[in-house]
Nanobody, 121 residues
Framework: QVQPVESGGGLVQTGGSLRLSCAAS????????MAWHRQAPGKQREWVAN???????QYADSVKGRFTISMDNAKNTVYLQMNSLKPEDTAVYYC???????????????WGQGTQVTVSS
C-alpha cells in the first residue's frame, strides 16, 4: 500500500512557525497530487492546501498568506511551512496523497496518521 507519514508537529506560541513534512512510501506507481488537511477538537476535518505535480497550488482562505505548501516530486514528499500561527490553527494535521499503487491500477487517495500541532496563546 501507499503510506504517507507526517512529521514536524509540536507545540508553538502564537506568532511562531512550524514546518510539517509528509513522505509517501510503499507500493507507489505514481503520485499526482498531495494535500494537507486538519481536524480541530470537536470539528470536522477541513482541507488546508494542495499541490499537484505541475506545481498548481491552492489554499484555504483561513491560511492564505501564512502557510506555504511545496512538494519534492522525486521524494514523493510534501511540506507545509506554517508562519504567524494562531491558536485556531491548533489541530491534528493530516497529509493525503492522490495517486496509484502498484497493487492495482486504480487512482486513490492515501492518508497519513496525522501529526499534532498546538498553538498556545
Amino acid at each position: 500500500q501507499v503510506q504517507p507519514v507526517e512529521s514536524g508537529g509540536g507545540l508553538v506560541q502564537t506568532g511562531g512557525s512550524l514546518r510539517l513534512s509528509c513522505a509517501a512510501s510503499g507500493t507507489i506507481r505514481s503520485i499526482n497530487a498531495m494535500a494537507w488537511h486538519r481536524q480541530a477538537p470537536g470539528k470536522q476535518r477541513e482541507w488546508v492546501a494542495n499541490i499537484n505535480g505541475r506545481g498548481r497550488i491552492q489554499y484555504a482562505d483561513s491560511v492564505k498568506g501564512r502557510f506555504t505548501i511545496s512538494m519534492d516530486n522525486a521524494k514523493n514528499t510534501v511540506y507545509l511551512q506554517m508562519n504567524s500561527l494562531k491558536p485556531e490553527d491548533t489541530a491534528v494535521y493530516y497529509c493525503s496523497a492522490l495517486g496509484m499503487s502498484t497493487l492495482d491500477n486504480k487512482s486513490a487517495e492515501f492518508w497519513g496518521q496525522g501529526t499534532q500541532v498546538t498553538v498556545s496563546s
